[in-house]
């Protein structure tokens, strides 16, 4: 069974940065493509970025592009999420989400593992 724990979410003012950091358990990381989705206030479950195993390809979410960066460390068994340029409309609460796919995916259905969640809050 695939655990994921996230951490890293806190405050921050609009422009600036914040680093999620999600830990995977129960199999190795390489084996696994993995996403970080976020659910705004009201608002569906997005992706916001995705990366298949073996670093192949990747996914990024329009409203992230240019800002946010998704790297894995599979040596840690660890996915990241570097969120910069920060505004008040990425206040959200931010899940990693695991699978054994073949490459990234942005449909939250497409992955069968997933974290509790992080709390970010960007205020202008």
């Known amino acids: 069974q695939v655990q994921l724990v996230e951490s890293g979410g806190g405050s921050v003012q609009a422009g600036g940065s914040l680093r999620l950091s999600c830990k995977v358990s129960?199999?190795?990381?390489?084996?696994?493509?993995l996403a970080w989705f976020r659910q705004r206030l009201g608002k569906e479950r997005e992706c916001v970025a995705a990366v298949s195993w073996g670093n192949t390809s990747t996914y990024y979410a329009d409203a992230v592009k240019g800002r946010f960066t998704i790297s894995r460390d599979d040596d840690k068994n660890t996915v990241y999420l570097q969120m910069n340029t920060l505004k008040p409309e990425d206040t959200a609460d931010y899940y990693c989400?695991?699978?054994?796919?073949?490459?990234?995916?942005?449909?939250?259905?497409?992955?069968?593992?997933w974290g509790q969640g992080t709390q970010a809050t960007v205020s202008s």
């Open positions: 989400a695991a699978d054994l796919l073949s490459g990234s995916s942005w449909l939250a259905s497409s992955y069968d593992y």
């Open positions: 129960g199999r190795r990381s390489s084996s696994l493509a």
